[in-house]
């Protein structure tokens, strides 16, 4: 089971960036796909971004809503993973979640079953 902890969460105004962080306490971090979802308000949880392990070569998928704005990353030194939201604007708002699973084929990516495990969250909320 993979410990993720979330941070960088926060408010901010329309047209701002932040980055979220998720670290990971797992040993092999690096064959792990990392994925990002939100949950707005009332609403479900939806596929944010996702970046697969070195066995994938690092492909990344994104939601149509972010693509252009939102970009993931990861840093498997640091068992770290990244998303860096710019341009960010009120629909934004949500508790943003980290997520790492093994062996997710690339169609499942975007899929919230797919992954094992999970992070508490951290809360974005964009607002004037």
């Known amino acids: 089971q993979v410990q993720l902890v979330e941070s960088g969460g926060g408010l901010v105004q329309p047209g701002g960036s932040l980055t979220l962080s998720c670290a990971a306490s797992?040993?092999?971090?690096?064959?792990?796909?990392l994925g990002w979802f939100r949950q707005p308000p009332g609403k479900e949880r939806e596929f944010v971004a996702a970046?697969?392990?070195?066995?994938?070569?690092?492909?990344?998928r994104y939601a149509d809503s972010v693509k252009g704005r939102f970009t993931i990353s990861r840093d498997n030194a640091k068992n770290t993973a990244y998303l860096r939201l710019n341009d960010l604007k009120p629909e934004d708002t949500a508790a943003y979640y980290c997520?790492?699973?093994?062996?997710?084929?690339?169609?499942?990516?975007?899929?919230?079953?797919?992954?094992?495990?999970w992070g508490k969250g951290t809360q974005v909320t964009v607002s004037p």
């Open positions: 997520s790492a699973g093994s062996g997710i084929i690339l169609s499942a990516m975007t899929s919230a079953s797919a992954y094992a495990s």
């Open positions: 797992v040993g092999n971090f690096r064959t792990y796909t």
């Open positions: 970046i697969r392990g070195n066995h994938g070569g690092g492909t990344t």
